[in-house]
């Protein structure tokens, strides 16, 4: 009984180690995966819910010239981040979203809203990857995106239209 009095008297410990082991491994991982902001395009849905992994490995089979990979977010991701909303090269946003974003988003080709989601019809794109609200949804360019001069970012986004 000794014996299971001093086991669950240092639980707490074990599990505190064993968190911090899988934070740290985290990390490392992130660390040794990840690449410059120069190097990858980030695209950052603001969706209920969506395959991020399974986008951003579609998005990767053809990248531009001087990108190594594509990151795709949801925007919980930068709650939990040092990553800002700043950083994304493309959004997908809902229309609600438009007007308190103004200054952070770019339409494609100057053109205007590059729809991607109407739910009257419920068509729209990527819908194998992303599950939408009942409401339009839009994509833009990031105003602050490091892939604007060299047009990796609208590049991207065009193949996300074509999806």
């Given at each position: 009984?000794?014996?299971?009095?001093?086991?669950?008297?240092?639980?707490?410990?074990?599990?505190?180690?064993?968190?911090?082991?899988?934070?740290?491994?985290?990390w490392i991982f992130g660390m040794a995966t990840d690449t410059t902001f120069?190097?990858?395009?980030?695209?950052?849905?603001?969706?209920?819910?969506?395959?991020?992994?399974?986008?951003a490995l579609e998005l990767e089979k053809d990248l531009p010239d001087g990108i190594k990979m594509v990151q795709v977010h949801t925007f919980d991701y930068v709650m939990f981040d040092t990553l800002s909303i700043e950083r994304a090269d493309v959004l997908i946003i809902p229309a609600i979203d438009v007007p308190e974003m103004a200054e952070e988003i770019l339409?494609?080709?100057?053109?205007?809203?590059?729809?991607?989601?109407?739910?009257?019809?419920g068509q729209g794109i990527l819908t194998e990857y992303i599950t939408y609200d009942d409401t339009e949804y839009y994509l833009y360019l990031g105003a602050s995106s490091a892939h604007l001069e060299d047009g990796a970012a609208e590049t991207i986004a065009r193949r996300l239209l074509e999806m």
């Open positions: 009984m000794r014996v299971l009095k001093n086991i669950f008297s240092q639980l707490h410990s074990f599990v505190l180690w064993a968190l911090a082991s899988v934070m740290l491994w985290g120069d190097k990858k395009i980030m695209v950052f849905c603001h969706v209920p819910q969506m395959e991020d992994t399974e986008l339409p494609l080709d100057g053109q205007g809203d590059a729809p991607v989601y109407d739910p009257a019809t």
